[in-house]
T-cell receptor, first 114, second 114 residues
Framework: GDSVTQMEGPVTLSEEAFLTINCTYT??????LFWYVQYPGEGLQLLLK?????DKGSNKGFEATYRKETTSFHLEKGSVQVSDSAVYFC?????????????FGTGTQLKVEL | DTAVSQTPKYLVTQMGNDKSIKCEQN?????MYWYKQDSKKFLKIMFS???????INETVPNRFSPKSPDKAHLNLHINSLELGDSAVYFC?????????????FGSGTQLSVL
């Protein structure tokens, strides 16, 4: 079945540091890939997405490129801020016979300190 | 206006009780979901309804029964609550459409079973 593997957290960085959160996936067919972010006490929000190989999703300074050859969708940001502290979820979505569902990774907590 | 709203936000109850969580979306979406997030932040889909019809039903105990009176509402009823049911439950909605459709999440219901 479909699955997503993310690096374990928590990841603790100083403000303005470079961020990478690794994500790899296993899927049948051609999934769409997503990064969702969950701020404390809130539901998940879509951060960015990519729908086909070599697509780059970007939003709020975050980027991720859909790499079919390595089945990866790593999240990067050049300079993190304290306000980026949250849990980040990599996810994939494929169309199934009965509908489509989002399969999440286990989440990676990011803590950014001054 | 809140797009996906779920109530209550917190629910504390005793083992063996029956409880319900309500969810409503005002986005005009045709598909709604329930996800369970455990203490380690792992998110797993439980159910999905499209136009009031159940389309995804993961391996969930029969004590959990979703009900969709119309496509804007998806409620979750839980019978005979157990300690292991303690988690945060998220409602979400989307258009069924293509696999790149994003999900909109509610802010979660934290269920604590004592």
């Amino acid at each position: 079945g479909d699955s997503v593997t993310q690096m374990e957290g928590p990841v603790t960085l100083s403000e303005e540091a470079f961020l990478t959160i690794n994500c790899t996936y296993t899927a049948t067919g051609y999934p769409s890939l997503f990064w969702y972010v969950q701020y404390p006490g809130e539901g998940l929000q879509l951060l960015l997405k990519a729908t086909k190989a070599d697509d780059k999703g970007s939003n709020k300074g975050f980027e991720a490129t859909y790499r079919k050859e390595t089945t990866s969708f790593h999240l990067e940001k050049g300079s993190v801020q304290v306000s980026d502290s949250a849990v980040y979820f990599c996810a994939l979505r494929t169309l199934t016979g009965g509908g489509n569902k989002l399969t999440f990774g286990t989440g990676t907590q990011l803590k950014v300190e001054l | 206006d809140t797009a996906v709203s779920q109530t209550p936000k917190y629910l504390v109850t005793q083992m063996g009780n029956d409880k319900s969580i309500k969810c409503e979306q005002n986005l005009g979406h045709d598909t709604m979901y329930w996800y369970k997030q455990d203490s380690k932040k792992f998110l797993k889909i439980m159910f999905s309804y499209n136009n009031k019809e159940l389309i995804i039903n993961e391996t969930v105990p029969n004590r959990f029964s979703p009900k969709s009176p119309d496509k804007a509402h998806l409620n979750l009823h839980i019978n005979s609550l157990e300690l292991g049911d303690s988690a945060v439950y998220f409602c979400a909605s989307s258009h069924l459409g293509a696999a790149n459709e994003k999900l909109f999440f509610g802010s979660g219901t934290q269920l604590s079973v004592l």
